[in-house]
């Protein structure tokens, strides 16, 4: 474990070490929640939006301003992204909501969890953001375990809502997944570890994170006594986890892991009778390891075998569209819906090889050499099955009757609301069942030299990647320099220059054939059979491209000062060759084949960018301050970041014409390129952290705080209006700025010993102790609001 204070890796990163996970207030105990001290690190808008303080699932970052689905999650040195559709949030008859970070772990499992936000090691590739390394515990060497229960509910939680917002009567409803007036929160974890033999290991966990949330299926238009009826959506996501060490010799060790964490959603689909559904996610992973400490260095050498899914079980495998009637009745409103969305399942398996030497320290001269070379192999199998039919309809196909045949789901007796006796269908839509799947290998070569001639020090690499999914070849050239001033190791200047290969994702595949499932049916007249139409052209094209990437170039100034190091670090990224979606029309690419390409299709393409200046000053003690018995540390970030963006880089939603040619627009009174607008999220311009830990060991108390002041949310927007500029119109966008905030998050922990290894204790996390009104999203009829003040509370027994 790092002391703290202690640099590694050229000063570009910061690590979350064990006693930090332990005294941080912990959220929902997930990875990216502890990192909100991170200066290079920072979230979602929405993330903690006060209409959804329920959720439990990880919290998406940016890294350096990077998309979130850019960042490259391991566990245990490798790698757990879900490369599925991780930017998607739709929810529909094709398409399952995403997350890059594959598996939920929970913090409780880990000794520490390090990010690489510059200056990232050859060894890590497959990113343009950063990297979020996480290590699992070894066992303990004596018999030891943990049981805890960890609550928070909606009494417990002070909401900030828009008096403004026209949709405030559904959220005090409850209406749909995105309004949760009320929930109740419970974490159960249990742990038992110990050895077994002087080099045998285990250590064996089990933790489960629940929230109940009271929702109301139907809009408030639709008053009848089966709309007005409140149902729970259940969320859920546990741990398994069983870890083992084995210390052959004091040259060789063995260590394995097996996690299970599968998630599950228990809800129901808006507006509609009929429309419970189970939406899955998570999955299973397995890791080796061996080390072994040969002539010529450490020689460790890992195997990973994964299992990812993201999947939805469908009370119905259709949706029927039928006006309201006297049979029909359980919608006041316009249409009356029936069905969910079907059955399917998505994914992504995966084996990987990876082996690093880290050499014995060579001399050349007056030059010594630390060498570090690897390779990494991967194959991944991904599939997409719909595992039944599914049909919907259109309220165009209706028609009215007066009878309906037997048996004939597609019609119905009874007045609607415009007077029919009855009403049948004409025509739907089937979604064939079936399953799309291809596989993937990727390998990479990489090599660094750590290189020292007296007080300078020099880390060049480079990395070279391969992957037939693109079929292109990358090399990613990796530079570090670092000058140790004064000799002493208490001024240092680092520099880099970098360049990070990112991800591209599988669905930009899946989606061309699935598109080629969909067929539609029709009929005359009842008693007419069904007849099927021609198979509807794809409306996806897939086409291999150029992987995205960026550049980067770091500066930092650390000094030693007074037992305190301060870092003044600048980090630039250009991204380029970034993926968007836009129809082929608008990149010179028409359908030239209608019956097989919609001529309105869409497809992927590179035309995104973005530009990010990063500054942050840390303030790090290396040593504790004292006071009587008792110790505090503390940490001081600052950062302010400048991220313009193309807007392009958006996968998930396509853009307008008028932005491929990126032109001129009037913003804030200043003409500018699209590109160069600022980005309107993962954008706080500026924020200052502080976090502190106070240690009272007479009273077995440990009081930490984090402070967090952060330059006020953004609202980047056009306004609909046109503005003169030498002698052209140009649409005109504004920013609105909501202020400056001050939130303070703390955690009290305390135990009451029995012996000298049993003690029971108990956590108190309080968020936005200040109950500050923070701004998180805003258009033109409202303004969404973080989360108020939110009690969360632990109780546990050790031994």
């Known amino acids: 474990m790092l002391v703290k204070g202690q640099r590694k890796n050229y000063e570009g990163s910061r690590e979350v070490d064990r006693e930090q996970i332990e005294r941080m207030p912990a959220g929902n105990g997930d990875i990216t929640s502890l990192l909100r001290t991170n200066p290079a ?77 510059s200056n990232v090691p050859a060894s890590f590739g497959g990113f343009n953001g950063g990297v979020v390394d996480a290590r699992t515990r070894d066992p303990k060497r004596e018999l030891s375990g943990k049981l805890s229960l960890q609550m928070s509910r909606s009494q417990w939680t002070e909401y900030h809502l828009d008096e403004n917002d026209p949709e405030l009567d559904e959220f005090e409803a409850a209406f749909g997944t995105g309004n949760q007036p009320e929930f109740d929160k419970l974490i159960t974890r249990a742990t038992l570890e110990g050895y077994l033999t002087d080099n045998v290991g285990l250590l064996g966990s089990f933790s489960r994170k629940q929230s109940t949330i009271p929702t109301r299926v139907f809009g408030l238009s ?73 002539p010529v260095g450490l020689i460790s050498q890992k195997l990973s075998w994964s299992d990812q899914h993201n999947a939805r079980d469908s009370e119905a495998d259709y949706m029927r569209i039928w006006r309201p009637s006297t049979s029909k009745n359980w919608s006041s409103s ?26 014995h320290p060579m001399q050349t001269g007056p030059i010594s050499h630390r060498l570090h070379t690897g390779i990494a192999l991967k194959h991944d199998a991904v599939g997409f099955e719909r595992r039944a039919p599914y049909f919907s309809n259109s309220l165009a196909s209706l028609k009215p009757t007066d009878y309906c045949a037997a048996n004939d789901p597609w019609c119905a007796v009874g007045e609607t609301i415009n007077g029919w006796p009855g009403q049948y269908m004409t025509q739907y839509s089937l979604l064939e069942a079936g399953e799309v799947e291809f596989s993937t290998r990727q390998w990479a070569l990489y090599l660094e030299d750590d290189m020292r001639y007296r007080r300078l020090s020099l880390r060049p690499g480079i990395r070279v990647d391969s992957d037939n999914y693109m079929d292109q070849t990358t090399i990613s050239p990796r530079f570090a320099a670092e000058l140790d001033v004064l000799g002493n190791g208490s001024t240092l200047v680092t520099a880099g220059a970098n360049r990070y290969y990112g991800r591209n994702l599988y669905t930009y595949r899946l989606r061309e054939s699935l598109e080629q499932m ?27 491209l150029d992987i995205p990437y960026n550049d980067e170039v770091s500066l930092a100034l650390s000094h030693i000062r007074w037992g305190t190091r301060f870092t003044l670090k600048y980090v630039e990224r250009k991204a380029r ?29 590179n035309g995104g960018q973005s530009d990010s200046e990063i500054w942050s000053l840390t303030v790090s003690p290396m040593l504790p301050l004292h006071l009587g018995s008792s110790w505090t540390t503390f940490d001081l970030a600052l950062d302010w970041s400048d991220i313009n963006s193309s807007g392009l880089n958006d996968y998930t939603s396509s853009i307008g014409l008028l932005w491929v040619d990126d032109p001129l627009i009037m913003y804030d009174g200043s003409a500018m390129r699209y590109s160069e607008r600022p980005a309107d999220n993962y954008n706080r311009p500026w924020t200052v952290r502080l976090a502190t830990t106070t240690v009272i060991p007479e009273w077995n108390l440990a009081w930490t705080n984090f402070f967090r002041h952060r330059s006020g949310y953004r609202r980047v927007a056009q306004t609909g209006q046109f503005v003169e500029y030498q002698g052209q119109l140009l649409r005109e966008w504004l920013e609105q700025d909501y ?12 135990e009451k010993p029995f012996t000298r290894k049993q003690a ?28 108020g003040r939110q009690f969360m509370v632990e109780v546990g027994y050790r031994f």
Not at 334 to 359: C, F, K, P, T
Not at 739 to 750: N, V
Request: charged residues 20%.
């Open 739 to 750: 202020g400056s905030t001050l939130t303070w998050d703390t955690r009290i922990s305390w």
């Open 518 to 544: 969909q067929v539609s049916y029709s009929r005359e007249d009842q008693n007419a059979p069904w007849v099927a139409g021609e198979r509807a052209p794809a409306g996806s094209k897939f086409s291999q």
């Open 760 to 787: 029971a204790f108990v956590n108190l996390d309080v968020t936005n102790l200040l109950n500050k009104r923070i701004a998180s999203t805003a258009d033109k009829n409202s303004t969404g609001y973080e989360v």
């Open 577 to 605: 060759d970034q993926v968007s979606r836009a129809w082929g029309s608008q990149i010179g690419q028409p359908s030239e084949a209608p019956d097989q390409l919609k001529p309105n299709y869409y497809t992927y393409y």
């Open 334 to 359: 316009n249409v009356a819906s029936e069905g969910g969305m079907g059955d399917i399942e998505q994914s992504q398996r995966g084996l990987a090889y990876q082996a690093d030497i880290h050499w």
């Open 222 to 294: 639709h008053d009848t006594p089966e709309a007005n009826r409140r149902q729970d959506r259940e969320l859920q996501i546990d741990n398994y986890f069983l870890k083992a060490v084995w210390d052959i010799n004091p040259e060789l060790r063995v260590s394995g892991s097996l996690t299970h964490a599968p998630e599950e959603d228990r809800g129901f689909g808006s507006n509609a009778l009929h429309s419970y559904r189970v939406t899955q996610a998570g999955g299973q992973a397995l890791n080796l390891t061996l080390d072994w400490k040969s």
């Open 41 to 117: 690190v920072q979230f979602d808008n929405s993330q903690l939006s006060s209409k959804t303080p329920g959720e439990i699932s990880p919290a998406s970052i940016s890294i350096n301003g990077q998309p979130h689905w850019q960042n490259l999650f391991t566990l245990d040195g490798m790698g757990m992204n879900n490369d599925l559709d991780p930017g998607n949030t739709a929810n529909n008859a094709s398409e399952l909501p995403g997350r890059s970070q594959g598996l939920a772990v929970d913090t409780d499992l880990l000794e520490s969890i390090t990010v690489h936000d």
